[in-house]
């Protein structure tokens, strides 16, 4: 036994010294081979340059201003002995930065050396970038001289400039610099130190930052390169063109006025022509790092510019619900659609203390209403009785196929879903049940409904064609067109005609929501008008506000969505003006000068007329 234990002994102890001798005379050579490659060669990357974003027409929005960076040596610091015999002299950081901000007097001497100081160490025998941009005209005076120093070095810089500035803000998007995140995340990113934030330039942002270029030189003991050994030319100027025309997008942003708001115009296809957030932001004040100022500018604005309301604000539908609420009645239940309600002005639900009137915008009601008349008056007991009769669940399991209360699938980061509520929802948000008014409500659009003025555009196009598309804002992607996706849906042909019908009824016969402002354009609109409440009304009142009577933010939104020509449908133009009480008034009149400019500039292939 005591023989077993010294051999298990002696085989543990060769076994470890031959594991050692593997470890330092094999293992370790990999390692100390690849620490003495690294002290002879250096792998220096080349930024690709950003892609570029034009519109339909080639006009830029995202292009690159070239101009110059300014790096200084590392390992330059104040001695200790010259300090001594003279307090006033200068260290060399100090001359060469004193230089540097008598030649362009723009620059911050303490920033400089603060960044100078962070970056600077032993172990660093790079060049540190004080300066990140010089503009190509600034630099061109001063070159000659500053390259004479060793101790500096300018290299050629490419700067992101968005000259539509506030125009394109929400679709373009923005780049910032990057954190640690988004470097470690992503390699170009790490060294380019720029990446984007929003809209387009962060959705598409690995296509248009490129790829990373590499050189590998021989250097010497103090990093000086003495011969290049390997080198590979980056990938870059990946450009995006869009179906946005700029010049539709700066007219309808000019439009909006003192309103804020939304306006959509899209092909029936899926083709974003143009897509307003009113107001906006100056994309450009981001590219360098925006002001605390201006930031909390920005933040504080009660109109919401930073938002881009398109994709992220979320409203009651109102009244544009209607047409997708009778097709969902009538998926659910066949030939619903065949009888006709009455409207004396409200319906009641509930006995004794627990009644209540929900009422129709028309306080004397609208008599015998079928579908093509509820359409084109808006009447709400229609939709009251229906929705009793088919119920919230299914309702919302309707809508949300046609695209309500879902997200489109736009080309845009964090688009935001919606509402459209149902039991289990309800349930899940507040721990509460469903009551029957509250189906009620939901079936004209207010109530938990909430939609983005994109998904509107969207379902309208579904309305006009019987296809759910995808909407697109890019056109080409890096020289490749866009794949657009198509979803055809089958409804009862005579009933999705009668609604369309009364949306041809809205904009062009005298009782009509949109009448006065639609119908004497040059092409046949068809749509819907839509006003959807902020604040609920109190039972007691027995006799309503007029909107411009309220104070701002209880005003109702406006909302019009249309498409056209009414034969043939091209165009989807949907409006939504924030607090501006009725649709047909107030979005109706931007929606109408949307199509005038639209028929000017050739969209319908008509001939220029003057008067519109």
Known sequence: MRYKIVIAIFLLFWGVMIARLYHVSIKSNFYYEGLAKDNIERKRFIKPVRGEISDINGNLLAMNQIGFSISIVPHLKEKKHEQKKNKQKKNKLEE????????FPDLNKTVMM????????????????VV??????????????LSLHKEIKIEAETKRYYPYGKYGAHIVGYTGRSNKKENKKDPVVKEVGKVGKSGLERYYNSILEGELGYEVSKVTATNKAIEVLEKKLPKDNKNLQLNIDIDLQQMIYERFGKATGVAVVMRTNGEVLSAVSYPSYDPNLFV???????????????AHPFTNKFIHGTYPPGSTIKMGMALAFEKEQPNILATSEHCNGHITLGKGKGKHNFRCWSRWGHGPVHLRKAIRESCDVYFY???????INAMAKHLRSFGLGVKTGVDLPKEYNGVMPDKAWKMKRFKQPWYMGETVIAAIGQGYDLVTPLQVARYT????????????????????PTKRKVVPMQFEPYYLNEIRKGMYDVCNVKKGTAFRTMSKLPIVVAGKTGTSQVVSIPQSTKKRLKEEELAYYSRSHAWITTYAPYDDPKYIVTVLVEHGGHGGSTAGPIAADIYKWLYRNGYFGKSVLDEF
């Open 461 to 480: 196009a579904l309305i006009a064609t019987s296809n759910l598309v995808t909407p697109s804002i890019a056109r080409m992607v890096d020289g490749k």
């Open 114 to 129: 603060k960044v100078y100081k962070k970056h600077n160490s032993p172990y660093n025998h790079k060049f540190i970038k």
């Open 288 to 302: 360098g790092g925006i002001s605390s100022k201006d930031w909390k500018a920005l933040q504080q604005d009660l």
């Open 132 to 145: 990140d941009f010089i503009h190509y005209p600034n630099m061109m005076g001063a070159y000659p001289k």
């Open 385 to 391: 009785n229906k929705s009793l009769k088919v119920g």
């Open 96 to 103: 060469i930065i004193d230089k540097l901000v008598d030649t």
